[in-house]
């Protein structure tokens, strides 16, 4: 009990309304109250004015298994995976060389593109999509930043 006790009092989330990242400490726009017993702390936080914000996330514009819409990437990908993930990797404006001493770059890849364009899954889901299916995931990576370019209107699709 002890422990968690130092633990409670010791941790400042920097996302709570009023830090002061500067000072290290709370403005007055939010409240925190320590009570101590014995045994056991608690603690009261309240803040003022903030609502919580809800995402609504979207699916992939293709399944992991639509390779027969862009049969190309499906055989670029067959025939040089390395290659394939190296150009998927700067097409992501990550570094080229990333396949190639990363051994879990396909996952870090997938996620990273989720999470930008707020899709649906989390990062077991990526894992074991790219742990079984890493072929299929490269291609839909390339569908995906393909549609993306195509919706915002840059004329240089892939």
Not at 64 to 88: E, H, K, R, W
Request: charged share 20%; hydrophobic share 30%; proline share 4%.
């Amino acid at each position: 009990m002890h422990g968690s006790h130092f633990l409670c009092r010791s941790y400042q989330d920097p996302y709570r309304t009023g830090y002061d990242q500067r000072n290290a400490q709370y403005s007055n726009q939010g409240t925190i109250q320590t009570q101590t017993t014995a045994n056991e702390t608690t603690v009261i936080i309240s803040q003022s004015g903030r609502m919580p914000m809800v995402h609504v996330s979207r699916n992939w514009s293709s399944d992991i298994c639509a390779c027969t819409n862009d049969m190309q990437s499906c055989l670029l990908v067959c025939l040089c995976p390395q290659f394939y993930g190296c150009y998927l990797s700067g097409e992501m404006d990550e570094n080229i060389c990333l396949p190639l001493w990363h051994p879990f770059f396909l996952t870090s890849l997938r996620s990273k593109l989720r999470m930008q364009r707020n899709i649906q899954g989390d990062i077991c889901c990526d894992h074991c999509a790219t742990t079984w299916l890493p072929f299929c995931v490269m291609c839909q990576i390339k569908r995906e930043l393909k549609a993306v370019r195509e919706e915002e209107g840059d004329l240089n699709t892939l």
